[in-house]
């Protein structure tokens, strides 16, 4: 008999599944929405800047703490409070619209709590997929996982602007009811965290999880090379936008370009459990080094939109597989006690490296121009696969899964008990 799938077997990873892509998305469509609403309510360029680097900039600082209290709390009640602070917050721009008293603080206050929520919720989401998904459905687990962010990474965006011009409250609105959906959906999950092993010694200090990290060479190979994958990607963008308008594309041919990445990343989430089964990690990540190297050397000597768009969906194509390897790796092999801590330090390596590379992209066009600027990212890419790359040819994979105590999960109510969600 086939195997019905991680979702349609797996009612709690349902329930998480769906809270947390919708919650994205209406994120994504705020996102775009925070800017719009502060140049109509008259302020300016810095004022609209200044809420997004507001949410950004509290995000990254708060990861390590987050995590740390991530591994301390049950991550359910801490999912489920940070779901309640990000409807309250966001809630409230619809509510003091309707009241007349909407203002520029109450737009940056909402966008640090935001932030602060944000930052708590995704080192205990990180953990809640291992307390509920068996060993065997991880891959697909977070294949379906991904699949979802990237679908709501491209569509978020449109529907925000969209849901502006229609009503400028709307999309705050939508992601409001998008934590309450969320909120309810883990009311309902039935899983329980596992109980500590009895006699473990806890490190219970805030680099825990990165010192754990540093003395895996394996992993950490793979997440340099991811780093770098996102830091290339940060610098193509910004590099794209200049080579497409310096071959004379218009605004509308360049904003379709760009959005090829989400098809890109659409479609390599859904073919990510056949390509995993074809290729091992090592081959893996050597073809999208490849794969790169080769396209990004391409784009060096057109900017033909019609050529870089399709390309730019290769590229793409093979990096959520290799985020789902990175992924079921930090999730298996970490320590329970340390997961959510090794999370948050992998996030901060990843993210970390990719915001210089706008910056840095910068400096090179304007001091080298634009087949030159790109040449050194191909050579940059076709380096660093050597060097990480290569090695994984001779590994199996990143390591042997740690044997744990199973999740505690409450009986699943019979049939016309209970609702529930549709997948």
């Not at 991904?146 to 849901?163: N, T």
Request: charged share 10%; with cysteine.
């Amino acid at each position: 008999m086939a195997d019905p799938g991680v979702l349609s077997a797996n009612r709690d990873f349902r329930r998480y599944w769906i809270g947390s892509a919708l919650s994205t998305l209406g994120s994504q469509m705020s996102l775009i929405a925070f800017p719009l609403l502060v140049l109509s309510l008259g302020g300016g360029a810095a004022q609209a800047g200044l809420v997004a680097s507001c949410s950004l900039l509290t995000r990254m600082l708060l990861r390590i703490p987050a995590g740390q209290l991530a591994d301390k709390v049950d991550r359910r009640r801490l999912m489920l409070g940070a779901d309640l602070v990000r409807l309250v917050a966001v809630g409230s721009v619809p509510a003091a619209a309707g009241l007349g008293v909407l203002g520029y603080p109450q737009l940056l206050a909402v966008a640090v709590v935001e932030g602060v929520a944000t930052a708590v919720f995704a080192p205990a989401s990180t953990i809640a997929v291992r307390d509920v998904v068996a060993e065997e459905h991880l891959s697909d687990a977070l294949a379906k996982d991904q699949a979802a962010m990237a679908a709501a990474s491209l569509l978020g965006p449109f529907l925000g602007g969209w849901l502006f011009t229609v009503d400028r409250i709307l999309p705050f609105t939508a992601d409001a009811a998008s934590y309450a959906v969320s909120a309810v959906l883990l009311l309902r999950m039935a899983t329980r965290p596992a109980p500590a092993e009895p006699g473990t010694r806890t490190d219970n200090s805030p680099t825990a999880g990165l010192r754990w990290l540093l003395r895996q060479p394996a992993l950490l190979r793979a997440l340099l090379f991811g780093a770098l994958l996102n830091l290339v990607g940060a610098a193509s963008e910004v590099a794209m936008v200049v080579t497409l308008r310096d071959g004379g594309s218009g605004g509308t041919a360049i904003g379709t370009v760009l959005a090829c990445a989400g098809v890109g990343a659409v479609l390599g989430s859904l073919a990510a459990p056949r390509v995993l089964k074809v290729l091992r990690p090592g081959q893996l990540f050597l073809a999208i080094g490849a794969v790169w190297a080769a396209g990004t050397a391409v784009i060096a000597f057109t900017a033909l939109p019609w050529v870089v768009g399709p390309l730019l969906v290769l590229l793409i194509l093979l990096t959520p597989p290799a985020g789902i390897v990175v992924g079921q790796a930090l999730i298996s092999q970490s320590p329970r006690h340390l997961l959510g801590r090794v999370s948050t330090a992998a996030d901060l390596l990843i993210a970390g490296l990719a915001a210089v590379g706008p910056a840095l992209t910068g400096i090179a066009l304007e001091g080298l121009g634009i087949p030159q600027t790109w040449l050194l990212i191909a050579a940059l890419i076709a380096v660093t696969t050597a060097v990480a790359a290569v090695p994984m040819l001779r590994e199996s994979g990143l390591g042997t899964p740690r044997q744990e105590p199973a999740a505690e999960t409450a009986p699943e109510p019979a049939p016309g008990e209970g609702t529930a969600v549709a997948a």
